[in-house]
């Protein structure tokens, strides 16, 4: 295997570059001397050319201790004048490959010249996994990071979903979605099965079928059937057509392994890596009999499978053996005169429109693990996925599934010229700076104060002049264009990157051809109406303002243009006088105050990463910013006054006369923050940085510190009172239901996981979640008296619970159920995390817990009697848990929703109670 250089040995100073690779190869031996080193810089120094000390210290400690004394020589040889400039250790971009085993992605990384992490080093630039992460792991991520897994794409790689969400869009859009084969999910859609199967009988048709497990990869579980009545009615199982008329190569099986990289999805881009894998079966293919069905040698294609087989060849070449390259492949097909372009254009469509299916998941479940994130923000997630494909005799490309992990292992040459090509390509791609830490972070700042500064400025009330209203808007206006011309340029700068980076991946969406990429959008305008139901308006125009965007730079250049001028000219003055009448406006007040974007080029890099992961949410600068009104006494009338002291519990925080001290009690922000960005202003209301040091930080603190546990205790009373109310019933039935649910348990239990576990599909599941939590956040909204529940520390630390009971497709509620640790086990969450909860932001959460637990209950309840009303029979939990006309839920509701549509009474009588949501809904 080849061994790259190690990649800071490529960067020691003076060093030729032509040279260094060769010769520094020798540097890896544990002998090496300085002095080996020192030819590079002609004239060796006498301090330099004994031999290193080398016991007992770490390869890479000695070469920084080269590396600084080859510096430190180097500046002498510059001669006496020069002065001695301290040499700042370079900085490396890191990458934590501590989850995945293949060599491949080190080599490439190293050759890229990122350095390899310590294991446990959670700073790292990238992470490379080869399991998929959980999506907490995600949320914890800082802006600069890379992960590469998405949250939500189970939705593709899952056979049993990718089969569902199919079968979804094919009832809607079928010409569209024809490319994967009809598919059956056991045991739900068994009669579905028997009597597609006894149609064909009709017709004197016979056709094979083939069932695989759910979950399941590299060929497990896999058998033929050509009598779709023998199937069991196995659970986890999905059953699909067989293709029986593939296409062969030299008379054998053979499918596509191809490559698809996704770098982000919020908006989605897609690249197509233009090589992959052939592979063959080991047996020559006929088409199935009942004689060789169990032939998985001439049946399957797997390399897993196949590799078994005595006559499998490990090719030499990229053009031989039982696996070759998709380049070879494509050669064929143009040398039996066979149009390739026109196959691969088919396979790249086919691959667009899968992951089309799956975005409305990707950009669902993103954006809930990382709220707030600004838009056109670089993406934390990317993935590579293994398309399976299979190709028929007409050559029609099949979609068989889509890996999550594909194999990167390099066993054959074949592998590892392809797969090290693809990932040195992927990393590149991903344009990881090494500046992204502070760039990033600035970013996210700047866009944290922003949201501040929005929610603070007054848009109506009686007060309001209407010289101040137009102001308003125009800076509104101006604002908006703004963020698009960022958006545009953005945009623009990361195709220049892309075109020049993009080795061997061709970007399939978006496409550069115009027509196809209206459908596309089209089509992904329809899969958010499919998938997002109540959502889907607002996000439909969403896709059309990012994907059909036809602005140019110039045009919005020209837009900020006039509305400057409009505001220069004072077209907002009603009065046409030349001067404004009312209040002066708030903006042009406080000159000391840096705009929003001001401080963010000289941000010091090294400022903890906690504190600016965490201000980033809180916006802690400005709120002291919004605080500062000059001339304003403490306590008389203003925005942050009358908000902090309504609710009669004295909120304001001028706890000391005239210490002009004043916070909002929302803030989330860490104490740290809060010390060096001074809340503070002086009794005369005049403000300078001198001013604010002086300031007793410490007491801020505690008033800052004891009003927040005030209110998270105020927090916790409000949801130990918040019941989840059963449509159309009182508080008491909707406790009895649950305690009825409880004492049948037993019974119950398979048919909640069931219905929690496999009917349930994730956007489901979520709004299941989000009943509570769209409630949990009307209780922070009332208690905490913010306008941004999102901002507040309290509510990330919901949110993150929320992520775990949604963890591994429902798992982490289900595990909540159980009577043993497993129950707890979100807990984890937190021990593992830097953030320190205290104990009543802990009960909080149990609470939380608690309530999603009863609110699947009652989703579950509600489902299973508008079933059984539906077809009069008694719903499982009226009847004793050995009851004979006691039915199983998940055998029978095919079409399950929160309310399903046929329950017009039962939805009727709950819409007039709970209008705001159909589904179940909770009342504190
Ligand atoms: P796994 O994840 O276990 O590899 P796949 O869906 O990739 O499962 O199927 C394994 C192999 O079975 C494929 O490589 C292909 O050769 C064959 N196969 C799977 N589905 C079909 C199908 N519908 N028609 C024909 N062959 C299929």
Redesign the pocket.
Known sequence: MIRQPKAGLERMPGMKPSSSVSSLASTEKQDVTLSSLMHYTQRPSAKTTGPLQQTGRRHDDRLDERQQEMAEADDRLKGPLIPKKKRKKKSLITVNLSGTRYDVIRQMSEKLGYAVAKDDDPNSYLFWNDCFVATDRISEMKSFQRINHFPGMGEITR?DCLARNMAKVQKQLADDFSFA?KTWILPADHSLLLNYAKDLRAKKKTKTF?I?PSN?????G?QLFRNAEKIPQTEHFIV?????K?LLMDGY?F?LRLYVLVTSCDPLRVFLFDDGLV?L?TEKYLAPTEANINHSFM????YSVNKHNEFYEKGESLSSGSKRSVQFFREYLRQNDINDGLLWQNIGDMIVKTLIVSEPHLLHAYRMCRPGAAPGSDSVCFEVLGF?V?IDRKLRP?L??V?RSPSFGTDERVDYDIKSALIEDTIRLLNIKISDKSRNMAAQKAEARKRLFRQNKRTDGPDITEYEKKRQSIEKRKEELKETLARIRKVSAREDYENRNRGRFRRIFPPDDKIRHERYVQLLSSTFGIFMSGKAPAMQKEIQRVYNNKLKEVDVMDMLAECEADEKEGKYYTGGTGKPRGPKPLLSMPVSVPSPLENDEDEDEEMEDEETESMSASGSPSMARQGYHPGRRPGSSGRPDSRLSNDGTSSTFNSRPNSGVRSRPTSNMSAANQRSRSLSRTGNGKHTPLQRSTVDDNFLLSVVKEREDELTRKTLVALNEMRIKFPGKSDQEAEYILDKLHENWKFHKPRIASYWLVKLDSIKRRKVIDIVRSNVRAVLLRTWRVSDVDSLKVYRIFNRVFNRLLWSHGQGLWNCFSSSSNATSWEAIFSKSSENICEAELNCCRRIVQLCRDCLLIVYQFAAEAKSSQSNTPHPSSVDEHSSTGQSISARDKSLSLIPPNTQTMSQKYSKLYPATRTPSMGS
């Open positions: 056979k084969p083939i695989k399941g990869a590299q060929g497990h896999i699909q057509e067989y293709i029986d593939p099986k499918d592979r079966s049946h399957l294609t797997n399976d299979l099949w068989l599934e890996n």
